[in-house]
């Protein structure tokens, strides 16, 4: 019945024919505007604006002075105090913590001069559509209403070093809004967090390129090849990424046709807390990785986010480079690994197998750390309540076992 509701509520009178699953935006809807790429010479990168997620991965937005965000050409939307530094990179997520966060439909790299648009529409009599959305794809949620809608719409966009101006086009959209809840969290910290969620959608209209002929992203003339796009939610931290399936891959345009909700070319997700809820597991491809960068001495416990586990059959193995360890599933969502030790730094690829080793069908990066570049955590074993000057202490770092040989780690650096 849920499923029904949310299908009933999405094809609802407010879509013309064609749009779906895009909300309404364009010169024929009168609570849209354009903001980027509005006329002939119009071709700024950048529109800052006022409008703002309440609750963003576990940071309250609503007091403080990071009270505004910057939307890009390049599909991505960044919040907090430097979200006017972003530049387009052709670096994987996680990008390097500044402290900015990203909400990134479809990060690519786009050229406004050959044409598009980037539109703001203010969805004020969709809330109880969005409320039917939101309630169905998180059925254990208590929304009493919906405020705060509004959607960026890139329309029409076109890669850069693009020869045509024609045909290869992508249109996407991203929506934040903001739910009035029944408090269900009566510790919280503040007023927002008890009875305040923020989600947001991500739908998809047309997805023809994945990738700029410039540069570094070594695209082809069919926009297509080189470094992909990726779509999904950085936190800005440096740790926490949750890529949508697909991201880096070919297989990014089936956005358009695959979803987490069963609508095809819709997601939903929640974004207020510190994980971003909504995603559905895997059978193969890229998987989240948090912690995902670490000392070299090894022993980080790497949380792996994605792959659809069995607590009863799967059988966890991580390969860093060329060293294999054994994982511990926690859920049917996540599992660990502890990272061997490696005799160098930089980034490095992982595989991880949920038979034993037989198949290493997920892959991700994780980044070694230099130990000056760490600050050390050392813990006191209960045994004793004080350190004693002179004394000796042994010291057993966690997360090590007799399988965590020093290595040089082997493999392929991930650049």
């Known amino acids: 019945m849920v499923t029904a509701y949310i299908i009933l509520i999405a094809l609802g009178s407010h879509f013309a024919v064609g749009q779906f699953p895009l909300y309404p935006f364009g010169p024929s809807f009168s609570s849209s505007r354009c903001i980027l790429g509005c006329y002939e010479g119009h071709d700024s990168e950048r529109y800052r ?21 910057s939307v890009y050409a390049d599909g991505v939307i960044s919040v907090g105090t430097d979200h006017e530094q972003f530049v387009f990179t052709s670096e994987e997520f996680p990008l390097s913590g500044n402290g900015t966060a990203l909400i990134a439909p479809y990060m690519a790299d786009v050229d406004l001069s050959l044409g598009g648009s980037v539109w703001i529409s203010y969805l004020y009599d969709f809330g109880d559509d969005f409320k039917g959305l939101v309630q169905g794809a998180f059925p254990e949620e208590k929304i009493r209403n919906i405020f705060d809608e509004y959607a960026y719409t890139w329309d029409s966009v076109i ?22 809840m029944e408090a269900s969290d009566s510790t919280a910290v503040d007023y927002y967090r008890q009875y305040y969620s923020t989600f947001v959608i991500f739908n998809y209209g047309k997805l023809d390129w994945t990738t700029g002929a410039n540069g570094d992203m070594n695209g082809q003339e069919n926009g297509l090849g080189g470094l992909e796009a990726q779509a999904g939610f950085n936190a800005g931290d440096g740790i926490r990424n949750f890529p949508l399936p697909g991201s880096r891959s070919d297989k990014v345009r089936d956005l358009m046709q695959n979803s987490n909700i069963g609508i095809p070319g819709r997601w939903v997700f929640k974004v207020d807390g510190d994980m971003i809820e909504g995603f559905s597991c895997s059978s193969n491809g890229r998987v989240g990785l948090s912690l995902s960068s670490g000392v070299m001495l090894g022993g980080t416990i790497v949380s792996i986010i994605g792959p659809c586990f069995d607590m009863e059959t799967s059988n966890v193995v991580c390969r860093f480079g060329t060293q294999t360890v054994n994982g511990t599933v926690t859920s049917d969502s996540l599992a660990e690994c502890a990272t061997p030790t490696c005799l160098r730094v930089g980034p490095i690829a992982v595989e991880i197998s949920l038979d034993g080793g037989v198949n290493f069908d997920f892959h991700g990066k994780f980044i070694y750390l230099s130990p000056s570049d760490v600050t050390p955590e050392v813990i006191p074993d209960d045994s004793f309540d004080t350190w004693t000057v002179g004394g000796t202490v042994l010291l057993e770092p966690y997360g090590f076992s007799n399988r965590h040989n020093s290595s040089f780690c082997g493999g392929d650096r991930v650049l």
């Open 49 to 69: 604006s006022g409008l703002y997620p309440n609750l963003l991965y576990g940071r309250n937005f609503s007091n403080v002075n990071d009270d505004s965000i």
């Open 159 to 180: 890669f850069n070093g693009s020869t045509s101006q024609s045909s290869l086009k992508n249109t996407f959209q991203a929506v934040i809004v903001t739910a009035y």
